[in-house]
Every structure is written in C-alpha cells, then in structure tokens.
C-alpha cells in the first residue's frame, strides 16, 4: 500500500532529505541517540495522536488504519534524515531492507545497538510478525524496546509502548521471537549508553541499579559508609574512617583503595580523574584510571569538583576556584562568598550557590559572564542544558535549554536533586527519604524507586 504523506519543510531540510538519499551526507553516531529520543518522545501515542513533531499519526497510519509497528518504526527513522528506501507499512521490509544495506544482523552473538530495528517472526518473502526498535541495551543482556501498534483490541486502539525481553537473535521479547537486528544504513555502530543510579541507605549500605527504572538493586557494599557516589562506570564509597576506595567496569568489579584521611572525593570517569579532600584541607587529582599518580592541587579546600577537563575548589575562605585542560594549568578565581559549586565542562557551565542562597551560573567556559537564577537555594546540579534546584520551601525545580529558561516545578518537600540529561532524567530525595525519578524529561511521569536513602546519584556511560 502506497501512503502520500504531504510535510512542510525548510528548503535546507529539503535539501539535507535528497542529499542523504544520495547517499552524499553520512549519519552521524549521535543519529542513534536521536532515534532514540524521537520515539521516546512518543511514547503512548496511538496512530491518529499528534505526534511529536507535529503531524497526525505515522505515515498516514490513521487514514491507513493497518497494523502500524513499521510505519512507527520507519517513521522514526525517516524523520532522522535516514535512508528508509523500499520500508513499507509491512514489518518484514526491514528484514530486506537490511540484506541489501549489509546491516542485518541474524547471528546470535551479535549486541543489539540502540536505534537497530528489531524484527520478529521473520517467515520469509519480507513478511514478519512485528517490527520494534532498540531503546536500551542492558548489562545482563536483555533490551527494552519501543513498539508502534503495541497492545489493545486492534490498530485503532493499540499504541507505542515500551517492552522489555531477551537481547539476541533466538530470544523472545514480548512473546515473539527475534529474527534478526537491524541497523540504519549510514550509522555508525556505537556502545549504547547505559544509565545508572546509585543510592546510599541511612543505614550506609550503598546500592547501585543499572538500566531502566524498574531494573534490580546491586548491592556494591554493605556498610560503614561516610559518602558514596556513581559517575559513568565508576563507583566510589568513602568509608566513615576515611579511606576512599573506587570500582570501574562492571558492578562486581573488587574495590581499590585510593587513598586514606579523605573526607571528600569527586569522580570523573570519561577523563579518568579522581579527586580526593584530604581532612588536612589539601586537594589533590589522579588521571588516567585508577592506577595514576597523585598531583596535588591547593590548600585550604572545603570543596572539590570535577567535569570533563574541568577541576574546580571552593576555598575555606569562600573563594571559587577553576582550571580546565591539564592538571598542572592556572586557577581562574571565579566568585567569592561561594556555599557549593557545580560543573558541567560539555557547555562550559559553572554554577555557584553563594552563602546567601543565591544561585548564579556562566556558560562558555571560565571567562564567560554571570547569569542570575534565583534564591534561596539549598541544593543545585548541572548535566547539559538541565539545571535543577531544590529551593529552600522543599520545592525541586528544573529548567532545560539555556541560562534564560523558565523554571518547570518537579516536586514538593524535596531535599535533594540530581539531573542527567544524557539520559532525560530527574531524580528527588524527599524529606521523608524516599527517592523518585523519572525518565524521558521533565514533563514524564515519576516512577519510586525506595525509601530510606540519605544521599543518590544518577549517571551514565
């Protein structure tokens, strides 16, 4: 069946379309990421919803009113400037699709990508059961998937919805089998991101979950524990007699001591650095993994940060501190009568709650200009263009986009915040100690994670 969908496009998208069916513009790695989020973006949309971009349904679907797992499907890569030639409204066209690209995957040692298409019930003659695409990829092995014409009593009631199954060729996934993987022409084959959460008892026991919201506790340690943090693959706990000991890879990995008499730490896994404060009030930072040498940093340091290239200390005194590119480079005083600092090096961000609660923030590196946020500010975190807050009446708040946004309220009675916006997540400790997060933006519904939590972390690799 034909579908004649009519779209109002700029002349420059016009032009990117034929180019890339051309073959004349190739995809980008982050074009994995992006397929990602546009069908995340619509999530519990039926086929005749306004869908995210602002059209009715996928590919016509709802003058269609056929099964509509490969219009979403194909719809979601079409509109990611993808080479969608000869993918019909027929699932099995994605099996063909990927015999003639070389980008079918039928092996079963094969690791699925985010944003590779998912056929099931592969019979032969471009027929298949179902067709869904790749969301997250799990550390044990199995896969959440989006699916277009997912559930109800037909396609006129059915809808995108998520699922989560078996990750390999042979497996099952919703009750069907998966046939074969297949990847988007052009795109580069990246590791997944991975996200995790990490939380700390009151009882001090440090528990860390990796993958969706509803995955499974991992125990990392059982107790005894001053701090704990998680960044990228790293795991850091602080005991309560000083001793800093850090985990990379995998949970199960055994724990190296770092170094003793710390009373606070940082992490930075992508660059490799660990930052340790030392009850003396030095700093100092280790680069290149867990094996590196110490390189002292300052004296008289009541905080300690870290973000990509960027090392940044609040003084004793009050005073902020920044160095970015190597360890041995110059400090850039930055504010003074400084309570906490925050750093995010991927837009140059620096966020700075002064003794007075009031939160100012820069963007585009050390030299960039203040721009005011607001007061009354008990805590603050920065991942990308998410900034959140947690206001001194308990309100958690959050803006994403630039430093000019408006606020968008989260919660009540908050305590603590943390953003990843990698990810698309928010995370609220409530004063009561119960921990809620929620994925896909600040607009998604929250899922509860646990109570009795003193401290948390979100992050991802």
Not at 43 to 51: D, E, F, G, L, P
Not at 107 to 134: I, K, T
Request: hydrophobic share 40%.
């Amino acid at each position: 069946m034909s579908t004649k969908t009519i779209a109002k496009r700029t002349a420059a998208t016009v032009l990117a379309a034929t180019f890339m069916a051309l073959g004349m513009i190739p995809a980008s790695a982050d074009t994995r990421t992006d397929i990602r989020d546009l069908a995340a973006a619509n999530h519990a949309k039926n086929t005749c919803s306004t869908n995210s971009l602002g059209g009715q349904g996928f590919m016509g679907s709802c003058a269609a009113r056929h099964a509509w797992c490969s219009d979403f499907a194909r719809w979601v890569w079409g509109n990611r400037n993808l080479n969608v030639d000869r993918l019909t409204p027929s699932a099995g066209t994605f099996y063909t699709y990927g015999e003639r690209h070389g980008t079918l995957h039928k092996d079963s040692g094969y690791v699925p990508q985010v944003g590779d298409a998912v056929v099931l019930n592969y019979q032969g003659n471009a027929w298949a059961d179902h067709v869904s695409l790749v969301d997250a990829v799990y550390a044990n092995g199995t896969i959440r998937t989006i699916n277009g014409n997912f559930g109800g009593s037909g396609p006129m009631t059915s809808s995108v919805q998520y699922a989560t199954g078996g990750g390999r060729v042979g497996q099952v996934i919703a009750g069907q089998t998966i046939s074969a993987f297949v990847s988007p022409a052009g795109v580069s084959d990246v590791k997944p991101t991975t996200a995790r959460l990490g939380v700390q008892f009151n009882n001090s026991s440090v528990q860390v979950k990796e993958g969706n919201l509803y995955a499974p506790w991992v125990e990392v340690h059982g107790g005894g524990i001053a701090k704990s943090e998680t960044h990228g693959d790293m795991v850091a706990v602080l005991t309560t007699g000083g001793d800093l000991y850090v985990k990379q890879g995998n949970l199960w990995q055994g724990w190296l001591h770092m170094a003793g008499n710390v009373k606070d730490f940082a992490l930075e896994s992508e660059k490799g650095r660990v930052a340790i404060l030392r009850t003396d009030g030095t700093a100092a930072v280790k680069e290149g993994g867990l094996q590196g040498t110490w390189v002292e940093q300052a004296n008289n340091v009541k905080e300690i940060e870290l973000s990509g290239t960027y090392v940044g200390v609040v003084t004793t005194d009050g005073k902020v501190f920044v160095k970015e590119d190597n360890l041995w480079a110059s400090w850039t005083e930055q504010l003074s009568n400084a309570a906490n600092l925050e750093l995010n090096a991927s837009n140059g961000r620096i966020a700075v709650v002064r003794t007075d609660g009031t939160l100012t923030v820069k963007e585009g590196g050390l030299y960039a200009s203040w721009v005011e946020q607001t007061s009354g500010v008990k805590d603050v975190d920065l991942s990308g263009d998410y900034l959140g807050v947690v206001l001194d009446n308990g309100l958690a708040t959050v803006k994403v986009g630039n430093l000019y946004s408006g606020w968008i309220d989260q919660l009540a009675n908050a305590s603590g915040i943390e953003v990843d916006a990698k990810t698309a997540r928010v995370g609220v400790l409530r004063t009561d100690g119960s921990l809620t997060v929620k994925d896909g933006g600040p607009y998604s519904s929250w899922v509860e994670q646990t109570n009795g939590v003193s401290d948390f972390s979100l992050t991802n690799y």
